[in-house]
Antibody
Framework: QLQLQESGSGLLKPSETLSLTCTVS??????????WSWIRQRPGKGLEWIGY???????YYNPSLRSRLTISVDTSNNQFSLRLGSVTAADTAVYFC?????????????WGQGAPVIVSS | DIQMTQSPPSLSASVGDRVTITCRAS??????LAWYQQKPGKAPNLLMY???TLESGVPSRFSGSGSGTEFTLTISSLHPDDFATYYC?????????FGRGTQVEI
């Protein structure tokens, strides 16, 4: 069964760079045509899609975060990663790594458990 | 971005009740809508996609309908396990966006 697990920095100071990695197990990141996304959930707010990457390297970023965002994929280690620069308290959230639909459609079939990230001075 | 508006924001219900949640899109999204269930401290779980297609393994008491700008999620008979927050999500156009959620509570 496909599983996703986030790992990375949990406590940051303003202006630092958030760095998270998602390790995919129970299946290959190269199989099929799904996208691999990051989604966040800020306290008291809803879900916000951050961006996706395909194993081919095709990327799309949410324009609201594009200037600070890098998503990359490491197919040899079955991982994909998120880097968000110049963080502020507004970036405090639970960050989920997510697999998209097998036909490249835009819904999400598998979610990691979520990585809490706190930005505080 | 397409704005997704869910109503009601919360509702109180009892086991066995029929529950309906509405999701409205700020523009026509065709059938490109998904529904998720989220329990406290857990990741969301896909219930439905393409407006009305039930994800494998999801109980048949869940159903979805609608197209264009108005969609509904119906739980025909509420089970104790269904008390959770439900989110809609459009994937018609970027950036993919979610509703603010509907909390179903006792």
């Amino acid at each position: 069964q496909l599983q996703l697990q986030e790992s990375g920095s949990g406590l940051l100071k303003p202006s630092e760079t958030l760095s998270l990695t998602c390790t995919v197990s129970g299946g290959s990141i190269r199989s099929g045509r799904p996208s691999w996304s990051w989604i966040r959930q800020r306290p008291g707010k809803g879900l916000e899609w951050i961006g996706y990457i395909y194993e081919s390297g095709t990327i799309y970023y949410n324009p609201s975060l594009r200037s600070r965002l890098t998503i990359s994929v490491d197919t040899s280690n079955n991982q994909f990663s998120l880097r968000l620069g110049s963080v502020t308290a507004a970036d405090t959230a639970v960050y989920f790594c997510v697999r998209g639909a097998p036909d490249s459609s835009g819904y999400f079939t598998h979610w990691g458990q979520g990585a809490p990230v706190i930005v505080s001075s | 971005d397409i704005q997704m508006t869910q109503s009601p924001p919360s509702l109180s219900a009892s086991v066995g009740d029929r529950v309906t949640i509405t999701c409205r899109a700020s523009q026509n999204i065709g059938k490109w809508l998904a529904w998720y269930q989220q329990k406290p401290g857990k990741a969301p779980n896909l219930l439905m996609y393409d407006g009305s297609t039930l994800e494998s393994g999801v109980p048949s008491r869940f159903s979805g309908s609608g197209s264009g700008t108005e969609f509904t999620l119906t739980i025909s008979s509420l089970h104790p396990d269904d008390f959770a927050t439900y989110y809609c999500q459009q994937y018609h156009s970027y950036s993919w966006t979610f509703g603010r959620g509907t909390q179903v509570e006792i």
